[in-house]
């Protein structure tokens, strides 16, 4: 008998969701045990349920995907985790495999690829897009650290700094240095353009 592989879902495209969800209920072996909408929800529901796979986009409200992948290898946890994402970013996937992630798709994937996937990622493998597999030897490394890139991402969304210092837990100077360096580093003029720069490379 085959085992059901039990499936969190995490994307906050309301339709898409709704579709994913749709089509993985149709493999006989696929058992999507919650849908979120968020990076939080997406947290909770898998500590909560604990399934085999949280299947999750990259950019989401509150918690990247990267990131709830992070804190659910930091916290032990047994589930694996498959990004699925429309960001073919070599920064992106280089930051998810660092994160724990063991699988690595576009979102144009044919549904037959994604069950291949899932399947394998249950199994203890990885599945990772090709052409993506090769982007990443060539690519620049990322040079932010993990507080300027939490500082800056939050500058992007436009947040002054004495807002960015509260959000952080950090003085008014620090965040100012975090973004100034994460600037100079990127090359930028500013921090509207580093963000810009980083978003670009995969590393926001």
Partial sequence: MTQTIR???????????DALATLLSLEGDFDVV????????A???VRRLRP???????EMPGMNGIDVAGTLRQGGSATRTLILTTFGRAGYLKRALDAGVRGYLLKDTPMETLA???RTVAAGGRAIAP???EVIWDAP???LTERERRALALAEEGHPNQAIAERLGLSVGTVRNYLSEAA????????TEAARIARANGWL
């Fill in 52 to 58: 085999d796979i949280l299947l999750t986009d990259v």
């Fill in 43 to 45: 947290l909770e529901a």
């Fill in 34 to 41: 919650a849908q979120a909408a968020d990076g939080p929800a």
């Fill in 7 to 17: 499936i969190v879902l995490a994307e906050d495209q309301g339709l898409l969701r």
């Fill in 116 to 118: 291949a996937a899932i």
């Fill in 131 to 133: 052409d993506l597999a």
């Fill in 184 to 191: 100079q580093k990127l090359g930028a003029g500013n921090r």
């Fill in 141 to 143: 490394a990322d040079p």
